[in-house]
């Protein structure tokens, strides 16, 4: 299932929220882990796309030696940091191919917010474990 990074962090947000509540090991933590593997492998990827962002656009001497301010962050022009920003908001929406996870049952505490951000990443089957039924 393809996801915008924008998704896999409200995912990793509203699990994050699951796990504190639940503890103890249980049939969604333990997908939501196996789902969380798979969004840190990307992670690492979309990290390096954001700091070569950073890198192509900021500021630089003629000897091209990164400038920074005195706090050691990067410095820009209001143009190039519109741009940065642009980029890199474009990148958050770029889409990321993670295998759902299919769990036996839902069980019913799950609010309805949880169900749909779940949904497509934590995916419930059937008794015979081939058909996805509708967790809704």
């Not at 749909?116 to 509708?134: A, M, Q, R, W, Y």
């Amino acid at each position: 299932m393809k996801k915008s990074w924008r998704d896999l962090l409200t995912f990793s947000q509203v699990a994050d929220a699951y796990t504190t509540s639940h503890k103890g090991e249980t049939r969604v933590g333990y997908a939501i882990k196996r789902v969380r593997d798979q969004i840190s492998k990307h992670q690492e990827t979309l990290q390096e796309k954001m700091a070569d962002i950073e890198i192509d656009l900021c500021e630089a001497d003629e000897k091209t030696v990164i400038l920074r301010d005195a706090q050691g962050n990067l410095q820009f022009t209001k143009d190039k940091f519109k741009e940065k920003n642009k980029q890199q908001r474009k990148l958050l929406d770029e889409e990321f191919e993670i295998d759902p996870f299919l769990i036996k049952d839902i069980p019913g505490d799950l609010t309805p917010d949880q169900l749909e951000i779940f949904s497509g990443l934590i995916i419930p089957v059937s008794t015979n474990g081939d058909k996805p039924e509708d967790p809704t």
